[in-house]
């Protein structure tokens, strides 16, 4: 089975440019999370859905981050304009219900680098 | 501010030796899970505890949930070249996962 699919795997942008991230998470899935990696904060969540609809997006960091879930078999994170800040990994993941025994399936990562 | 501190930060050993990592927190969790991440590839989970004291073995690896539920450790016994990655402990707080707190994570090398 497919896991849960990212792109791009790798992006090099200069800042100010917008920036989309892909995520296609597993099917039958009914939650979709947003994290971010970076070395001084470890995994952030930014922005999870249930059901295509977002639920908590008080990690979005700022306005210049915004996420769609138009369906249930795609998502987007947008950064618009990037800065150099932004610079770190992003990870989408899924998850098939709420529940403290659930296993979140992490997607491989998007990294960003905004010069 | 981390809610869950992890230690050491960076661990180096050689294959066959023992090790343990520790995830703490002041706060109380109801549910903590413990990750493997290795370069290049997303957190797996490796296993969930929910119940104070609770120890899990998988294979050489053993996870303690401390009594209180605000400490967790993870020991393995005699590690491999495999084991090597980065460890990340994540706790839930109520019943859902939504807010999801991880740790920064171990780094263990395990040398041949």
């Known amino acids: 089975d497919a896991g849960v699919i990212q792109s791009p795997r790798h992006e090099v942008t200069e800042m100010g440019q917008e920036v989309t991230l892909r995520c296609k998470p597993i099917?039958?899935?009914?939650?979709l999370f947003w994290y971010r990696q970076t070395m001084m904060r470890g995994l952030e969540l930014l922005i999870y859905?249930?059901?295509?609809?977002?639920?908590?997006d008080s990690g979005m960091p700022e306005d210049r981050f915004s996420a769609k879930m138009p369906n249930a078999s795609f998502s987007t994170l947008k950064i618009q304009p990037s800065e150099p800040r932004d610079s770190a990994v992003y990870f989408c993941?899924?998850?098939?219900?709420?529940?403290?025994?659930?296993?979140?399936?992490f997607g491989e990562g998007s990294w960003l680098t905004v010069v | 501010t981390q809610l869950l501190e992890q230690s050491p930060q960076f661990l180096s050993i050689q294959e066959g030796e023992n090790l343990t990592v520790y995830c703490n927190s002041s706060?109380?969790?109801?549910?903590l899970q413990w990750y493997r991440q290795e370069p290049g590839e997303g957190p797996v989970l490796l296993v969930t505890?929910?119940?104070?004291?609770e120890v899990k073995k998988l294979k050489r690896l053993t996870f303690q949930f401390g009594d209180a539920r605000k400490d967790s450790s993870l020991h393995i016994t005699a590690a491999q070249t495999g084991d090597t990655g980065l460890y990340l402990c994540?706790?839930?707080?109520?019943?859902?996962?939504?807010?999801?707190?991880f740790g920064r994570g171990t780094q263990l090398t395990v040398w041949p």
């Open positions: 993941a899924s998850s098939p219900n709420f529940g403290q025994y659930n296993t979140i399936y």
């Open positions: 099917s039958g899935h009914d939650y």
């Open positions: 859905f249930n059901n295509n609809v977002p639920i908590d």
């Open positions: 706060s109380v969790f109801s549910s």
């Open positions: 505890v929910v119940t104070g004291g």
């Open positions: 994540a706790g839930g707080r109520g019943s859902t996962l939504g807010r999801l707190y």
